[in-house]
């Protein structure tokens, strides 16, 4: 069974670099085919895909989020790290890691967790 | 705004049909990905409902169903049930490999 949980600070203050991590079981992020993905959601607003980094240690970024953006993994402790530089209040939102792979695609996802950036 | 869109919002009468459309261009949907589909539970996170267009995950009732033609896809939702309502997303990937979501739509069955 796979499953995901996401952990970091709930509160940042603007300008701040956030730093999530995505803990896994379930899979290897050294079989091939297989990623995580970051996706994030404001509150009452639509999903957003910010980074996905792949077995090999390919990454892609949302272009539009791409210089603030770093994605890495730790195979050996099962985890994925997402940092996000220079908070704004707009970055307040839901952010939820996912598995993927080549066929499914993302699921399943973690239960998310809420960041508010504020001073 | 979205580079996938959806409509807002659509609506049904429990045991009706509503489909969903996701429109996309020849640099996404039309230059063969896949498209995919989530469900997401008022506060919960998004569980994946439709995969590789078409496909089913296990324990997915098949009163879901989705269809891709050109570069439009469709989730449709047949004897429509309470436990239905939720905000339904699609989603693709470009030629650069990003991921794209649609923005979203909210069903709501009356």
């Known amino acids: 069974q796979i499953t995901l949980k996401e952990s970091g600070p709930t509160l940042v203050k603007p300008t701040q670099t956030l730093t999530l991590t995505c803990t896994f079981s379930?899979?290897?992020?050294?079989?091939?085919?297989?990623?995580v993905g970051w996706i994030r959601q404001p509150p009452g607003k639509a999903l957003e895909w910010l980074a996905l980094?792949?077995?090999?240690?390919?990454?892609r970024y949302s272009p539009s989020l791409k210089s603030r953006l770093t994605i890495t993994k730790d195979t050996s402790k099962n985890q994925v790290v997402l940092t996000m530089t220079n908070m704004d209040p707009v970055d307040t939102a839901t952010y939820y890691c996912?598995?993927?792979?080549?066929?499914?695609?993302?699921?399943?996802w973690g239960q998310g967790t809420l960041v508010t950036v504020s001073s | 705004q979205s580079v996938l869109t959806q409509p807002p919002s659509v609506s049904g009468a429990p045991g009706q049909r509503v489909t969903i459309s996701c429109t996309g261009s020849?640099?996404?949907?039309?230059?063969?990905?896949?498209v995919h589909w989530y469900q997401q539970l008022p506060g919960t996170a998004p569980k994946l409902l439709i995969y590789?267009?078409?496909n089913r995950p296990s324990g997915v009732p098949d009163r879901f169903s989705g269809s891709k033609s050109g570069t439009s896809a469709s989730l449709a939702i047949t004897g429509l049930q309470a436990e239905d309502e939720a905000d339904y997303y699609c989603q693709s990937y470009d030629s650069s490999l990003s991921v794209l979501f649609g923005g979203g739509t909210k069903l709501t069955v009356l």
């Open positions: 980094i792949y077995w090999n240690d390919d990454k």
């Open positions: 996912a598995h993927r792979d080549r066929v499914t695609d993302f699921g399943p």
């Open positions: 020849s640099s996404n949907i039309g230059a063969g990905y896949d």
């Open positions: 379930g899979f290897s992020l050294s079989t091939s085919g297989v990623g």
């Open positions: 590789g267009n078409s």
